[in-house]
């Protein structure tokens, strides 16, 4: 089965493309990271995703996930950390697809906020407000909360950058278990390491497609040389791009 | 002397009592928008949507002279236009909301103060700009609390998602269609709010009672719940402590009460416990790790 699929995606900013011309698929119950030089169009990719972005050309195909069964962790949250809500409650807006914008909290889904946010290890400090949490902190909340979006797709745009080791591995975890139990993971990552070690699938980008396919293929320093000419041959003046819609 | 100088004159006087009900209703429909326009840092957004109502109230007022519904719903008419334009600009192009309703309330504003200086006369203009809390009349006061209760009814209503759109607006959107909404109703609560105000305290100082018992408040408790509570409360205590002091020196009502407001504020800022400057100058010992 086919989670999505991107046709000829084209994804960019003011017409400069920053993914283009995109054809791959992902598999249901995959645990893919997507690397490559900055500028490459990782995180782009991931806002054609969430639809945050609308594509130049091409699209975006949904397979067997819906685009509600999403759960996007952005690289740069605008979550205002002054606002005067706690740990728990922001894990909690997690659940706002069951609870919606009037429900209580059942008994059950409760338990589950306190399970997730054991989860990441952040049992005690339910109460302390967000602006207290130092960095690592921060993240493990995020993850709680996508915890419980219970997602079938879960996109997570560098989630382990100014992250240390401790908290890396826990969240690693985390990740882990969402493949057990045969979601659908997507992870723009730069520590080629955490690539080789925990993602068995890897996609290369460099604005075009490198590769797309098993972390050890694709990992090898030809298709990295490869990226790297393809990320530094960018236009000063571009001309309209040729290539037809296929 | 306490009966005379705080009770007294709201028994023996029909107009302070009207002025009494009308800040009050104020004070609880408004504040709780000020606490929220003061968390998502849009403090400044009231002071410019009360500019963008001037022109609509000045229209009312040309069409049918000093009349509350006109003035009412031209204010009204104006702040919508100002606060949709402005909004939609900023949703549908890369121009942010401050800078494109700073644009939008400017030209409104352009447009009022010629239309109020070639048509009306320098007490017209004073009493949009000022208001008129002494000389409430029954229709007036109805209106008064009207939109105090649609303001805090509405508020209840979409409380969870106005929460999630201050606290991170980038979730709100990815989970639910309701972050333009809510950002929309939100702007129509606080224009409404500023005409109800306009009437008692004129468009000036209308933004004084959303604003700056919503500042004090910051000082004196951390969560939501008590933010709009302590808000509300410091906005009752200069309501009435303002009309009080207008009506024993003969000062103008509506900057009394805003300077009473800003009083408070001045106060809290050196005494609050959160994060007062005070409490910053005596710290209290830490707790273990």
Known sequence: MIALAFQNLTLGYDRHPAVHHLDARIEEGSLTAIVGPNGAGKSTLLKGVTGALSPLEGRVRWGSVAREDVAYLPQQSDIDRSFPISVKELVAMGLWQEVGAFGWLKRAQRARLDAAIAAVGLTGYEGRPIGALSGGQMQRALFARLLLQDAKLVLLDEPFAAIDARTMADLIEVIRNWHRQGRTVIAVLHDHETVVTHFPETMLLARELVDHGPTPRVMTPENHAQARVLSEASQLAPEICARDAA | ?289
């Open chain 2, 1 to 289: 002397m306490i009966w005379d100088a705080i009770i007294a004159p709201f028994v023996e006087f029909g107009f302070m009592r009207r002025a009494l009900l009308g800040c009050l209703a104020i004070a609880v429909g408004a504040t709780p928008v000020g606490v929220f326009l003061m968390l998502r840092r849009m403090s400044l957004t009231g002071d410019a949507m009360a500019h963008a109502i001037l022109p609509g109230a000045a229209v009312g007022f040309l069409v049918s002279g000093l009349s509350l519904g006109a003035m009412t719903i031209g204010g009204l008419i104006a702040g919508m236009l100002v606060a949709v334009a402005s909004g939609l600009v900023s949703r549908l192009t890369t121009l942010k909301e401050d800078a494109s309703l700073a644009a939008f309330y400017l030209i409104s504003l352009a447009v009022g103060v010629i239309i109020v200086s070639t048509r009306g006369s320098n007490v017209d203009l004073m009493h949009v700009l000022f208001g008129t809390v002494l000389a409430l009349d029954n229709v007036a006061l109805t209106l008064l609390c009207t939109i105090a209760s649609i303001s805090v009814l509405t508020l209840a209503v979409i409380f969870r998602p106005l929460v999630l759109e201050c606290a991170d607006p980038q979730f709100l959107r990815s989970v639910s269609r309701l972050s333009a909404v809510t950002h929309f109703i939100f702007l129509a609560l606080v224009v409404m709010n500023l005409v109800a105000g306009f009437h008692a305290l004129g468009t000036l100082m209308a933004v004084g009672i959303m604003i700056l018992p919503a500042a004090a408040a910051r000082f004196w408790t951390t969560g939501i719940g008590g933010l709009l509570v302590a808000a509300a409360c410091v906005a009752a205590l200069s309501s009435v402590a303002g009309l009080l002091l207008s009506y024993h020196y003969s000062l103008p009502s509506g900057p009394a009460i805003i300077l009473v407001a800003g009083i408070i504020y001045g106060l809290s800022v050196f005494l609050g416990p959160v994060g007062g400057i005070l409490a910053q100058l005596v710290p209290r010992r830490h707790f273990e790790t």
